[in-house]
């Protein structure tokens, strides 16, 4: 009964143990990540990571701009070389290969335009998220090459997931950029964001960049879609509760009704 409900919203999971074993450990992984963030171990690129003069001088490092650029370079060529290698697929292949794209390229350009950078990031850790972008991008598309021929869903969510991923690319593009313009050129002091839904929620990008991924699984409408974005959602509320606690450190004024990442809720 449960099985064939799901089929009415999902192709059949293909004959991959290399799909099967990433689903796992794709939900597996980045719910531990989000966890990880309440605990308060943070990602080395997080503006809460804090480590030591001696471990920062034991390792190699890189500038905090380059190495943002490594962290989305690899898997924005991935979805780009897509429409090469796999060049006669259906639209909805086509859909979730722009989709990856399009998110990984609008990285790229904060990166070059948007976000201010300061510092350095440990070129190891870099490195190693950099790889779980591409190969995160990398089966999600070759996931959604193996279901071509499969039974298709009989509910179609192709079109609504990519409005949905449309609104979800918008809304974290204009927060990321009022995020940005926090500081003026020079400051380096924190401030509250204020702005958008930053005046309901501390973590509003956050929001949207779930929905990024709900828009792409709803696209994609296969079994690696589905537990990647409920694994990016178990992260990022994680880091949206971490980073609510952060600035309720920082800040004895921060609004006691602002929430975490849903407006009223959450």
Known sequence: ??????????????????????????????????????????MQYSKFFVSSKSENEKKARIESKKGMLLLYSPAFLAGLASFAIFPNEDLRFALVSSALTIHFFKRVLEVLF??????????EATTVISFSYFLSTVTMIYGQHLSQGLPEPSIDLKYGGFIIFLVGIIGNFCHHYLLSNLRNKGEKEYKIPQGGLFNFVICPHYLFEILVF??????????????FTLGTMFYLMGRSIATRRWYQSKFDDFPKDIKALIPYIF
């Open 214 to 227: 709900v828009g792409v699984s709803c696209i994609s409408q296969t079994l690696y879609s589905i537990s």
């Open 114 to 123: 948007v976000h201010k950078y300061s510092g350095s990031m440990d070129v």
């Open 1 to 42: 009964m449960v099985m064939s409900t799901l089929l009415k919203f999902l192709y059949p999971p293909p004959p991959s143990l290399f799909i099967t074993t990433m689903s796992v450990i794709s939900v597996a992984s980045l719910a531990n990540a989000g966890f990880s963030e309440i605990k308060g171990k943070h």
